[in-house]
C-alpha cells in the first residue's frame, strides 16, 4: 500500500446568502463555494478531497452540508483551534472527470442524509478500523503496525478467511539500515505517542510517535501518521524522521 498523492487544486471562495462579502457578523445562513479542479488528466471515483476553509465565529457550533448541485455529499468538518480566525476543515469524496472542473456548495445547514463512514473499535493494545471494503487492525502494544488486514472482495459486507491480506504480524513495523554497516535497528516496541488526530466518518488518521534505539541511546525519533478513508481500500502512510 503506498503513500496517495493528491493533485487536486481547491479554490475557495466565501460568499454570504445574498451574494455579499462575508463579515464576522453574517446572514444565518453561509454558502461556501468549494472548487475542485483536476490537473493531472487522471478521472477520479469518490477521490478524498481535504480542505480548510474560513468560517465567522457565529458559526463555529453549526452543522455543515455539502451539495454537489443539488445532491447532498457525504461531509466530515472539524473546527480548528488555536485560530484567529475560526477555520473549518472539511473532508469529502468528489467524482470528477478528467481535466475538469466542479464547484460543491458547503453550507451551514444540517444534512438530511447520513453515511455509516469509517467504524473504529479500540481495545488497550490494538486499534481496529473498518472503512467498508477495507478492515485493518493496528497493534499499538507492542507497536507491530498492521498486523492483519482484509478486503473485502466480493463485496458482501462480511470479511472471510479468505480475504484476509496481511495476518499476524509480530515483527517490528519500521526498522533503519545503516548504509555502511548494513546493521538494522528496529522502532522501540512501545510508543511514545499513539492519538487519532481525526477519527471521523470520511477520513482518520493515526499519529504513532517512537524512537530508535540502541544501547539505550537514541538514534532517531519518528513521527507516522496511517490514514483511512470511508468506501476506499486504500491507506495513506506519512512517515518524518
Not at 500500500?1 to 475557495?12: C, D, G, H, Y
Given at each position: 500500500?503506498?503513500?496517495?498523492?493528491?493533485?487536486?487544486?481547491?479554490?475557495?471562495l466565501l460568499v454570504g446568502s445574498g451574494g455579499s462579502r462575508l463579515h464576522a457578523q453574517s446572514t444565518p445562513t453561509i454558502t461556501i463555494p468549494l472548487t475542485v479542479q483536476d490537473?493531472?488528466?487522471?478521472?477520479?471515483?469518490?477521490?478524498?478531497?481535504?480542505?480548510?476553509?474560513?468560517?465567522?465565529?457565529?458559526?463555529?457550533?453549526?452543522?455543515?452540508?455539502?451539495?454537489?448541485?443539488?445532491?447532498?455529499?457525504?461531509?466530515?468538518?472539524?473546527?480548528?483551534?488555536?485560530?484567529?480566525?475560526?477555520?473549518?476543515?472539511?473532508?469529502?469524496?468528489?467524482?470528477?472527470?478528467?481535466?475538469?472542473?466542479?464547484?460543491?456548495?458547503?453550507?451551514?445547514?444540517?444534512?438530511?442524509?447520513?453515511?455509516?463512514?469509517?467504524?473504529?473499535?479500540?481495545?488497550?493494545?490494538?486499534?481496529?478500523?473498518?472503512?467498508?471494503?477495507?478492515?485493518?487492525?493496528?497493534?499499538?502494544?507492542?507497536?507491530?503496525?498492521?498486523?492483519?488486514?482484509?478486503?473485502?472482495?466480493?463485496?458482501?459486507?462480511?470479511?472471510?478467511?479468505?480475504?484476509q491480506r496481511i495476518s499476524s504480524g509480530s515483527a517490528s513495523a519500521l526498522h533503519v539500515v545503516d548504509a555502511e554497516t548494513s546493521a538494522s535497528v528496529n522502532a522501540d516496541s512501545?510508543?511514545?505517542?499513539?492519538?487519532?488526530?481525526?477519527?471521523?466518518?470520511?477520513?482518520?488518521?493515526?499519529?504513532?510517535?517512537?524512537?530508535?534505539?540502541?544501547?539505550?541511546?537514541?538514534?532517531?525519533?519518528?513521527?507516522?501518521?496511517?490514514?483511512?478513508?470511508?468506501?476506499?481500500?486504500?491507506?495513506?502512510?506519512?512517515?518524518?524522521?
Open positions: 500500500m503506498r503513500q496517495r498523492l493528491f493533485s487536486l487544486v481547491v479554490i475557495i490537473v493531472t488528466g487522471i478521472a477520479r471515483t469518490a477521490d478524498p478531497v481535504t480542505s480548510g476553509v474560513p468560517i465567522p465565529s457565529s458559526t463555529v457550533g453549526d452543522s455543515w452540508r455539502l451539495l454537489d448541485g443539488a445532491t447532498e455529499v457525504p461531509v466530515q468538518t472539524k473546527v480548528l483551534g488555536g485560530q484567529t480566525t475560526p477555520w473549518l476543515l472539511v473532508d469529502f469524496p468528489a467524482n470528477l472527470s478528467s481535466n475538469t472542473t466542479k464547484t460543491f456548495t458547503l453550507q451551514n445547514i444540517p444534512p438530511t442524509s447520513s453515511t455509516s463512514g469509517i467504524i473504529y473499535q479500540h481495545t488497550s493494545s490494538t486499534e481496529t478500523v473498518t472503512t467498508g471494503p477495507l478492515k485493518f487492525i493496528i497493534g499499538t502494544s507492542p507497536f507491530v503496525g498492521i498486523q492483519s488486514l482484509w478486503y473485502d472482495q466480493n463485496n458482501d459486507g462480511v470479511f472471510d478467511v479468505s480475504e512501545t510508543p511514545s505517542l499513539v492519538t487519532w488526530e481525526d477519527q471521523g466518518p470520511q477520513r482518520g488518521t493515526l499519529r504513532i510517535d517512537g524512537a530508535f534505539t540502541e544501547s539505550n541511546a537514541t538514534l532517531l525519533n519518528y513521527s507516522l501518521r496511517i490514514t483511512a478513508w470511508g468506501g476506499r481500500s486504500d491507506l495513506g502512510f506519512n512517515l518524518l524522521l
